[in-house]
């Protein structure tokens, strides 16, 4: 009778167990869209990866997946959570549901099977916590991170001057050429000036020219001042004649 118990008991131990590392239920996928995205392991999610979430078992364990409808069957590694619908226990990657043959379905029903072998760095059995592991390292010796933050404050500040400079450069340069292109406008003024000038006295002149057609351009004014070489009438002659005529006359 004690023998039989225990038999007993063993039984139920080992379908216990065999129910514990094999899950049936509904399997769905990733959409090729969520190439790219985090997953809950800290990697990127590939559409061509052969990964899937499992709400439970820790990151890395594989997982032998079985479409029950045609008997393919595949293996994954766990690298995210989920899912959380009602009735799935297990979401494939994009790759892995196709060589499933369930990518027409959108949901089968699969038979999920935790392999023995090629387990993750760490035992299947702990529990998770839901905490993230904290690794503490002692540091370098003699390391000071004021000096660090100082040696990247002197940096950065030596950037900014430098950016500075270049700007300041830049600056005058271009107040150089502003210059250059001010006193350029003004020689093209003065010129442009002068060339108009000229232009009008040549235009006066012609002007003149045909109100006066005898006269030659280079004709000077007649002065009506009397010329210096004249000679002047003597004024002894009319003395002499005023002296004549008193004589006739008499005294």
């Not at 500075?164 to 003004?186: D, G, M, P, S």
């Not at 009506?224 to 009438?233: A, C, D, F, N």
Request: net charge positive.
């Amino acid at each position: 009778m004690h023998r039989l118990a225990c038999l007993v008991l063993l039984l139920l131990t080992l379908s216990a167990s065999a129910q514990h590392r094999t899950q049936k239920g509904k399997a769905t996928y990733y959409s090729r869209k969520a190439t790219g995205a985090r997953t809950a392991d800290g990697g990127r999610l590939h559409h061509d990866s052969l990964t899937c979430a499992h709400r439970t078992l820790p990151f890395g364990t594989l997982l032998k997946v079985t479409n029950l409808r045609n008997q393919k069957s595949i293996i994954v590694k766990v690298t995210d959570r989920g899912p959380y619908r009602r009735g799935c226990i297990i979401d494939l990657s994009y790759g892995a549901a196709a060589q499933l043959g369930m990518l027409a379905q959108g949901l089968a029903m699969v038979e999920v099977q935790r392999m023995s072998g090629n387990n993750p760095p760490y035992r299947l059995d702990d529990v998770e916590t839901g905490m993230p592991d904290f690794e503490f390292d002692f540091s370098k010796a003699r390391y000071s991170f004021i000096k660090e933050w100082n040696k990247k404050a002197d940096e950065e500040h030596e950037m900014e001057d430098k950016h500075l400079t270049a700007r300041k450069q830049q600056a005058a340069k271009r107040l150089a050429e502003i210059k250059e292109a001010k006193a350029t406008i003004e020689e093209e003024k003065d010129e442009k000036q002068k060339l108009t000038a000229s232009q009008q006295a040549k235009e006066r002149q012609h002007m003149m020219a045909a109100h006066h057609p005898g006269m030659p351009n280079n004709q000077k004014k007649t002065s009506s001042r009397p010329q210096s070489g004249t000679k002047k009438e003597d004024p002894s002659i009319w003395r002499n004649v005023f002296q004549k005529v008193k004589n006739w006359f008499g005294d």
